[in-house]
């Protein structure tokens, strides 16, 4: 599912982010940037070795925050890892989720990439509902795109029927 957002596509994919040809993807990492379960395993097993190298030398990301390295072995040419909140219920996990897209899509404007593509961050083991997280993602998103004008290409890559069809009616009720 593609939507034009400021001469943006924001595109609604199912499948796996470590496959994605573009120019970064993002990886929801933990707050030692080490290899992991979920999304950032995959992503640290298909980039190789190279990557928990880099991820090891950098040492450390504060939760919203966001990191960028090489992909290594991956299609794309960079990974940008950010650390989503584990879920509680409260305020502050909003913010701190905004935050990791946020500031993900900031260093690909710094970089100069035109692609990014993001898996649902911290719906995994950290927890969050993906109805909630879908709503911050891509609101976050959208504001950001209409915004900046850029990048130019930003794809949600949900690995399950479930996840990707709770954010297709959410970024339809977005855009009404």
Request: charged fraction near 20%.
């Amino acid at each position: 599912m593609d939507v034009k957002v400021n001469e943006c596509t924001l595109r609604l994919v199912k499948g796996d982010i470590t496959e994605r040809k573009v120019d970064a993807i993002v990886n929801a990492a933990n707050n030692k940037l080490l290899p992991g379960g979920g999304v950032c395993g995959a992503i640290h097993k298909a980039a190789g070795e190279g990557l928990a190298k880099e991820c090891a030398r950098i040492g450390f990301c504060e939760t919203g925050d966001a990191v960028i390295t090489k992909g290594y072995n991956l299609p794309a040419k960079y990974v940008i890892h950010t650390v989503g909140p584990v879920y509680s219920g409260s305020k502050r996990d909003a913010f701190l989720l905004s935050n990791c897209y946020k500031n993900s899509l900031k260093l690909a404007v710094k970089n100069s990439l035109n692609s990014i593509a993001f898996p649902s961050i911290s719906t995994g083991i950290f927890g969050y509902p993906v109805e909630k997280a879908s709503k911050v993602a891509l609101s976050t998103i959208v504001d950001f795109l209409k915004a900046n004008g850029k990048p130019s290409l930003v794809e949600m890559v949900l690995f399950s029927d479930s996840d990707f069809e709770v954010y297709r009616q959410v970024l339809e009720g977005l855009l009404k």
